[in-house]
């Protein structure tokens, strides 16, 4: 069956650090990963996706397939980067059905 | 745009008791899902729909219906609800059609049953 993993429910690092958020994921077919990211009183809304080899707001993600893992990482963290952030896979094809992680939150110290 | 919006925001009900969560989206969309959220736990699918009088169940199905009368609008219902359907409602909306789209997500229903 297929899961998702984020083995961090809290990181926190200080301004200007590294950040390296995890996700691991179990999918027996072809994988199709998200990032999503809910700041404070705001909607859950889309990071980023592996398909687009996209950075947003400084973060990367790659998928190694190899690992099984999805990790987003971003060089220097910013305060504003303070948030929840939830791993996804889609599984379901074109109906883009979703299964999630059970999130990490990222706390960026001053 | 208003994008995806829920009623109510918040309810407490009776175990027991029926309601219905409404769900609307003004961005045309094809797609519509439902989601439940429990601490400690990532947000799980309990039905999806393609279109209009389209349904599909997604992971956690059991103890929901769903209507989707038109294509703004989504509705979830729970028949008779238990304490075991607390929990926070997520409606999102997507395109429609190709693997990979964003989702849309509305602001959430918090539902506790007592």
């Known amino acids: 069956a297929q899961r998702v993993t984020q083995p961090e429910k809290l990181l926190s690092v200080f301004k200007g650090a590294p950040v390296e958020l995890k996700c691991n994921y179990s999918y027996s077919g072809s994988p199709e990963l998200f990032w999503y990211v809910q700041y404070s009183r705001q909607r859950l809304q889309l990071l980023l996706r592996?398909?687009s080899r996209e950075s947003i707001k400084g973060f990367t993600a790659d998928l190694n397939k190899g690992e099984t893992s999805f990790h987003l990482k971003k060089p220097f963290a910013q305060e504003e980067d303070s948030a929840m952030y939830y791993c996804a896979l889609n599984y379901g094809g074109a109906t883009n059905k979703l299964i999630f992680g059970t999130g990490t939150l990222l706390a960026v110290q001053p | 745009n208003a994008g995806v919006t829920q009623t109510p925001k918040f309810q407490v009900l009776k175990t027991g008791q029926s309601m219905t969560l409404q769900c609307a989206q003004d961005?045309?969309?094809?797609?519509m899902y439902w989601y439940r959220q429990d601490p400690g736990m990532g947000l799980r699918l309990i039905y999806y729909s393609a279109s209009e009088g389209t349904t599909d169940k997604g992971e956690v199905p059991n103890g929901y219906n769903v209507s989707r009368l038109n294509k703004r609008e989504f509705s979830l219902r729970l028949e008779s609800a238990a304490p075991s359907q607390t929990s926070v409602y997520f409606c999102?909306?997507?395109?429609?059609?190709?693997?990979?789209?964003?989702?849309?997500f509305g602001p959430g229903t918090r539902l506790l049953v007592l």
């Open positions: 961005m045309n969309h094809n797609s």
């Open positions: 592996h398909i």
């Open positions: 999102a909306s997507s395109e429609g059609g190709a693997r990979g789209e964003t989702q849309y």
